[in-house]
């Protein structure tokens, strides 16, 4: 290759490292296993990235959404109904909502066929893991949804037996 001598050879890392710097790429979830949420790790070295904490549950400043298609299978409008009350909603801009509607109509399809299409369902897996719609997908981006603690529970008192027991019946 004669433009191979032209050029001068440059290490392979740094000009990555300038390519992703110039074309603004941001660093994605990781693969492989799902990281602990960060209150189930034992050992905590210092993460590259933080969590981001962001409050479960509906956010309160929701655009105004388009209902669900009235044609669309029942599970997936529940899908994409469900998407309004989930966390990572706070984090949706205009495109990934037109993403979720785009996902709810595949999943539809999908659903109504009546032949299994694994490529189909594996794009709609992978539209449906880049909306970070399971906790895996959010705790590989290193997002957590702050879980509410659980009420606290009245004990529970049997009045009737506690008299019994003392009557020694």
Do not use: C
């Amino acid at each position: 290759m004669p433009w191979r001598r032209a050029v001068p050879s440059l290490p392979l890392r740094p000009l990555r490292a300038l390519v992703a710097r110039l074309t603004l790429e941001v660093a994605m979830g990781a693969h492989g296993p799902i990281p602990k949420r960060s209150e189930e790790r034992r050992r905590r070295n210092r993460d590259d990235v933080a969590p981001v904490q962001a409050p479960a549950g509906a956010p309160l400043d929701l655009p105004e959404l388009p209902d669900p298609d009235p044609l669309w299978h029942a599970i997936a409008a529940d899908w994409y109904l469900s998407l309004r009350r989930s966390g990572q909603a706070a984090f949706y801009e205009p495109s990934d909502w037109a993403m979720a509607r785009y996902a709810a109509e595949l999943m539809s399809r999908v659903l109504l066929s009546p032949v299994t299409n694994g490529q189909l369902i594996s794009a709609l897996d992978s539209v449906m893991a880049r909306l970070l719609t399971t906790e895996g997908d959010r705790r590989r981006a290193r997002i957590e949804l702050e879980r509410k603690p659980p009420g606290s529970r009245l004990a529970a008192v049997k009045p009737l037996d506690a008299y019994r027991d003392l009557a020694g019946g």
